[in-house]
């Protein structure tokens, strides 16, 4: 079975920093890519960041220059968040991406506060 555990989420004030975890198991093959999305209540899901098995790397355009991707091996990957602003308070998700299907975490709450 696939999973996607996510940790590191939690309250901080705005100007802090926080680094997210993402590990998958029961994964067979290598995810063509793996990132992290955000959801804040009466928002849609967006992208924060992704990185491709290719080390192409795409950052959502609020993030750009704060949040760094990083991923150490074939199935986990981080998300580095400095200067952390109360908009980016949301539910993170990670989320890992194969040729013919993608899967999500359960997602964990990132709360800053001003």
């Known amino acids: 079975q696939v999973r996607l555990v996510e940790s590191g989420g939690g309250l901080v004030q705005a100007g802090g920093s926080l680094r997210l975890s993402c590990a998958a198991s029961g994964i067979t093959f290598r995810p063509t890519a793996m990132g992290w999305y955000r959801q804040a209540p009466g928002k849609q899901r967006g992208l924060v960041a992704a990185m491709t098995n290719g080390a192409n790397i795409r950052y959502g355009e609020s993030v750009q220059g704060r949040f760094t991707i990083s991923r150490d091996n074939a199935k986990n990957v981080y998300l580095q968040m400095n200067s952390l602003k109360p908009e980016d308070t949301a539910v993170y998700y990670c989320?890992?991406?194969?040729?013919?299907?993608?899967?999500w975490g359960q997602g964990t709450q990132v709360t800053v506060s001003s």
């Open positions: 989320n890992a991406k194969m040729v013919d299907r993608e899967f």
